[in-house]
Each structure stands twice: as C-alpha cells, then as structure tokens.
C-alpha cells in the first residue's frame, strides 16, 4: 500500500513561530504537493515538488516555504504564522503511470490540521 | 489558465434518490478525476478517465466524461447514507509535471 504520511494531525501554534509541516511517501514518488483546504474554497495548491531539491509555486505560496533535500519527504515551512494560515493542511504525491493509458495516480496524506492562536 | 467548476456544491438527498453532480473544465483534457472526501478525511481516489466516452462504475457511482463538451458527470444511483461525503473532481492538463486543478469539492449529505 502506498503511503502519505503527515507528521501531526493536530497541531497548535502561536503567532509568529516559525512552523514545519512534514510528509514522508514511501513508493518513491517523483512529484509531491502542498494543500490547504478551507470551507468553500476547496483545495489549493500551495507548493509543489517534482523531484528531488526542486520547487514551483503554487497558487497560494505567499506565506510559505518548501524544502525537499531527499526524495521521499517534503517539508512546508511557515516562516512566522499567522492566524490567516489556521487551515487543514493536505500532502499529496504522485507518479505517472502507463498501460492502458497513462494517467497520474496521486495519494493524500491524512492532513494536518494547524490552529494558530 | 484552467479552471474547474463543479455544482452543485452542495447538496442534500433523500435515501434511495437518484442524482448527478456535474464538473465541467475550460481547457481540453482528456484526463480526469473523481476522489472522495469522508469527513474529517483525506481524499481517495475514485475514478480516472482517460478518454471522451470514457465511463466507470462502481457500486451505486457512476463516472462518465465528455472531452468534447468539456464535461464530467458522477450519478449517484439510489443513494444511501454511507455515500455522504464531498466529492472533488480534478483535471489533468498535461503533459509533463503540471499538477492537477481541482474543483471546489460538492458536498453530499444523504438523509433517511
């Protein structure tokens, strides 16, 4: 079974500090992604990775940093939290797959739900 | 730039009803997505379809896509309550590492 995993589900922060968000895949996955999701405004994409020490912006990066130094785990980095950032908090990888058709398989990890007070 | 419209975005229904939610997508694909949402979960993948006509089932979920019309639906079949969830679609644009653009998600609460 393919693998997301999330450092915390819970996570409570202060204003200010400086939080990381870690995620760890298991099936050597090349391409990795950050998520917020908030009610009514669905998924959006923060960062994204497609491979090892590479990074694109997403939709939302402001805020926000990423870090990907091994290939099975990419980090989201709120650089000073702020309470605009308090939101479910997704990661995802993928990988391309081929047979009959080629499509993306794409995994969710169980979230990280961050409160900043 | 792409973009993902799904509706209803929400949505109540009766046990046994049938109904349709609708994704349509502004820019030619021939790659879409369903996934599932349970609450307090993550997302689950459902159904890939990869070509116009393309059409999968499962249980009382039925996916088919129109790459023409730009358009992909989910008919939920005598729903129950176990189908109470949030359904996302997501489009793929391709080729190369573009990620995928999600709809906002239809919420669905089924009711006896």
């Known amino acids: 079974d393919v693998k997301v995993t999330q450092s915390s589900r819970y996570l409570v922060k202060r204003t200010g500090e400086k939080v990381f968000l870690e995620c760890v895949q298991d099936m050597d996955h090349e391409n990795m992604f950050w998520y917020r999701q908030d009610p009514g405004l669905g998924l959006r994409l923060i960062y994204f990775s497609y491979d090892v020490k590479m990074k694109e912006k997403g939709d939302i990066p402001e805020g926000y940093s990423v870090s990907r130094e091994k290939k099975e785990r990419f980090s989201l980095i709120l650089e000073s939290a702020s309470t605009n950032q308090t939101s479910m908090y997704l990661c995802a990888s993928r990988t391309l797959l081929t047979g009959r058709g080629t499509f993306y398989e794409q995994y969710f990890g169980p979230g990280t739900r961050l409160t900043v007070t | 730039e792409l973009k993902v419209e799904q509706n209803p975005l929400f949505l109540s229904m009766q046990e046994g009803k049938n109904y349709t939610i609708y994704c349509n997508y502004s820019t030619t694909s021939d790659r879409l997505y369903w996934y599932r949402q349970d609450p307090g979960k993550s997302l689950e993948s459902l159904f890939v379809l990869l070509s116009n006509g393309a059409v999968k089932q499962e249980g009382r979920l039925m996916a088919s896509l129109d790459t023409k019309a730009r358009l992909s639906t989910l008919h939920i079949t005598a729903a129950v309550h176990d189908l109470s969830a949030t359904y996302f679609c997501?489009?793929?644009?391709?080729?190369?590492?573009?990620?995928?653009?999600f709809g906002k998600g239809t919420r669905l609460s089924v009711i006896a």
């Open positions: 997501a489009v793929d644009t391709g080729p190369g590492n573009t990620p995928l653009v």
